[in-house]
């Protein structure tokens, strides 16, 4: 006859031990686990980013004064992802976007105009330039930049300039479009806070809102 060891009646090579209730919980919990990363966002959280983009588009203010303090290269990606995700005419995806940080290209676009000389004192300039113009792509493009700016702490401005200028000063070609010039750069937070004369001159909404028809 054949002995086995002590405490290993029954035992088959082929067959697992039965589960303890522990063991039995484990992979329970680690499933419970797998759903929680994989579920969607909860709908507080949803809410929270639905307020915070409605407060970075009404709170966003038009800023011309920066403070001399750099723009990190990850807040400056963020900035471009945004303009680069905007929506298209028919996905064509237009524009094109120049970023300009060295100190001297900085003033010397300031330098093109008297209504942008302000921009001399950006910590970043960045020129929508585009292979075919599309006024509206361009518009959108701007304006996604300028809201995810303001969402980090980043003031911003469109500035008026010369396209001509602008193009001979960047190297654009001659068959590419200057559409769009913004400043970007901190701000001083007490400037950013808008005054209340400021909120008092918009007009209230329902003088500007015509309902099915003038």
Not at 59 to 71: A, E, G, N, S, T
Not at 154 to 183: F, K, M, T, W
């Amino acid at each position: 006859m054949r002995l086995q060891p002590r405490g290993t009646a029954g035992f088959h090579p082929d067959r697992r031990p039965p589960l303890r209730r522990r063991d039995r919980a484990a992979p329970r919990a680690r499933l419970r686990a797998r759903h929680r990363l994989a579920s969607p966002p909860s709908r507080s959280r949803a809410l929270e980013a639905v307020i915070d983009a409605y407060r970075a588009i009404v709170d966003k203010r038009d800023q011309r004064v920066y403070l001399p303090k750099p723009i990190p290269p990850d807040a400056l990606r963020r900035i471009l992802q945004a303009g680069r995700m905007t929506g298209s005419s028919k996905n064509r995806e237009p524009n094109r976007l120049i970023v300009v940080s060295e100190r001297e290209s900085v003033r010397a676009l300031g330098a093109l105009s008297e209504w942008g000389k302000w921009l001399a004192h950006a910590a970043v300039v960045i020129v929508i330039a585009q292979v075919e113009p599309h006024e509206f792509d361009a518009g959108r493009c701007a304006q996604n930049m300028m809201l995810a700016a303001w969402a980090d702490g980043i003031g911003s401005c469109p500035a008026h300039l010369p396209e001509a200028d602008v193009a001979r000063r960047l190297g654009i070609p001659a068959d590419v479009h200057v559409n769009r010039v913004i400043g970007f750069g901190y701000v001083d937070p007490a400037r950013a806070a808008a005054p209340k004369a400021v909120a008092r001159r918009r007009k209230p909404l329902e003088e500007l809102i015509h309902r099915e028809r003038w």
